[in-house]
């Protein structure tokens, strides 16, 4: 295949995520650079030609010839018209996450796409992060055993970029969404607190506890408030833990294991389980943005479809938050087996 025949993509947004996506799209062999949309123009410099940066959609769209996929990575509540517009030209989206801001919003995507004949998927980054991945082959692979847990760790400082939602629906999305993806069933009940500690409209902590269909527990803690950037998914089961650091796409194993402690009854009594061997695996190490793009990409050109979190995914991952926020409200456990249907 010439290079002429390679799929062409654009970026809807210059921002945080927006401006690595077009990064990629103009140094990927994968895949061409059709230009990129943002009414406050490139003022991060990540398009090499300013020529192909357009203060708008249509601009874009009338420039030549029209993008095979756009990378949508405006604010969330700003999906939706953005989404319908390039359905409507035939372009098919790979949305940042999350899909939407609600889930009737979401819902409206999916359908867009559908009217249209367009591939959507959403860009829940982590599932490309090599340590994930190998953690979730692992546990597939029955290593653990019976699982027990599935627990993240998402904190760090304020990202200023953040202004349409709150630390549920854009960092804690990422969680619910790995929840689902470990725990492999969709969640069906959660219990939440949030704190707002920053005078802002949207929380900024939240804590949250629940279960998956195939009865494995789960909780995340996510916030905005902690000085220390931490990024930490473990998985328990019968015969020891998985432990990913995603920062830096570490994966660690802890063995369980039965060691006499030589009579020393207090010592057994205090540490219980036995601690075996810990091991750190080799992973390769690849970016996950430019993962994504590739198997995005890949997609369009007829792969395997199950590479990429589906628009109803996405939309799974909406509801659940929104059942978080309910939660949080009301003080009780929400159920949501069937909700996102």
């Known amino acids: 295949m010439g290079s002429n025949d390679l799929p062409r993509g654009a970026v809807i947004g210059l921002g945080m995520m927006g401006r690595h996506h077009a990064r990629i799209l103009q140094s990927n062999p994968a895949m061409r650079f059709a230009g990129a949309v943002d009414p406050g123009g490139d003022r991060f410099d990540a398009v090499l030609d300013g020529a192909r940066v357009h203060a708008t959609l249509d601009d874009l769209l009338s420039a030549g010839e029209a993008p095979d996929f756009a990378v949508v990575a405006v604010p969330t509540e700003e ?13 098919h989206v790979l949305i940042e996450k999350p899909l939407a801001a609600t889930v009737d919003e979401a819902r409206a995507i999916i359908d867009v796409c559908a009217e249209h004949g367009v591939v959507g998927a959403v860009g829940h980054v982590e599932r490309c992060n090599p340590a994930l991945r190998e953690l979730r082959a692992r546990v597939l692979d029955g290593q653990l055993g019976d699982v027990f847990l599935v627990a993240t760790e998402r904190v760090g400082p304020f990202p200023d970029r953040v202004r349409d939602i709150g630390v549920v629906k854009d960092l804690a999305t990422h969680d619910l969404d790995l929840v689902r993806w470990l725990g492999d069933a969709p969640i069906e009940r959660v219990a ?14 939240v804590l949250v506890t629940g279960r998956v269909e195939n009865g494995r527990a789960f909780n995340s803690v996510v916030d905005w408030l902690t000085p220390t950037k931490v990024r930490r998914t473990r998985v328990l089961g019968e015969r020891g833990m998985l432990v990913a650091d995603t920062l830096a796409a570490d994966l660690f194993f802890y063995a369980n294991a039965h060691v006499p402690t030589g009579g020393w009854p207090e010592m057994q009594a205090r540490r219980g389980v036995a ?13 996950p943005l430019a993962v994504e793009l590739e198997e995005f990409v890949a997609v369009l050109g007829g792969a395997d479809a199950t590479k990429v979190v589906s628009l109803a995914e ?16 009301s003080g009780e456990t929400v159920a949501l087996t069937g909700s996102a249907s």
């Open 79 to 91: 999906h939706l018209p953005i989404v319908r517009s390039l359905a409507t030209a035939g372009v």
């Open 192 to 205: 939440a607190q949030t704190q707002h500690r920053m005078g802002r409209e949207h929380e900024d902590l």
């Open 275 to 287: 601690e075996g061997d810990m091991t750190r695996y080799a992973i390769e190490r690849r970016e």
């Open 314 to 329: 996405g939309l799974e991952t909406v509801a659940v938050a929104e059942a978080v926020l309910a939660s949080a409200a």
